[in-house]
């Protein structure tokens, strides 16, 4: 339909603790933004490891949107990276809630 809007949020990820050895060069504090639905950013001359990357990503959909009060992923901010080595945690959260035209995205 045309029209329509979507309701989406901002959000941030950031590294809230590294409990093990720090090998991907991420430290506490650092973080990454996804913005208008789709867009990744960075500060400028930083770096996010792929695979922490990677362990957040599937959850990053569900969490731009507004979920029902019960849902665990609304209340859980917390993701680890799976290297065992590093044990790295990353917290997500909302930053800026969008309305979005629907038949601008895919």
Same mark, same amino acid.
């Given at each position: ?9 901002? =959000?941030?990820? *950031?590294?809230? !603790?590294?409990?093990? !050895? +720090?090998?991907?060069?991420?430290? +506490? ?12 950013? =960075? ?17 990053? +959909?569900?969490?731009? !949107?507004?979920? +029902? ?25 909302? *930053? ?5 035209? *629907?038949?601008?995205? *895919?």
């Amino acid at each position: 339909m045309a029209g329509d809007e979507t309701v989406v949020w901002d =959000l941030r990820v *950031t590294v809230e !603790r590294v409990e093990g !050895r +720090p090998v991907c060069g991420l430290a +506490p504090g650092d973080w990454f933004e996804v913005v208008g639905s789709s867009r990744l950013q =960075l500060p400028e001359g930083r770096h996010f490891c792929i695979y922490a990357l990677a362990a957040v990503l599937p959850l990053l +959909p569900a969490k731009q !949107r507004t979920l +029902p009060a019960g849902d665990w992923l609304e209340r859980d901010t917390l993701v680890a990276c799976p290297d065992p080595d590093e044990r790295l945690v990353m917290r997500i959260e909302r *930053t800026q809630r969008r309305v979005l035209a *629907t038949d601008d995205l *895919t």
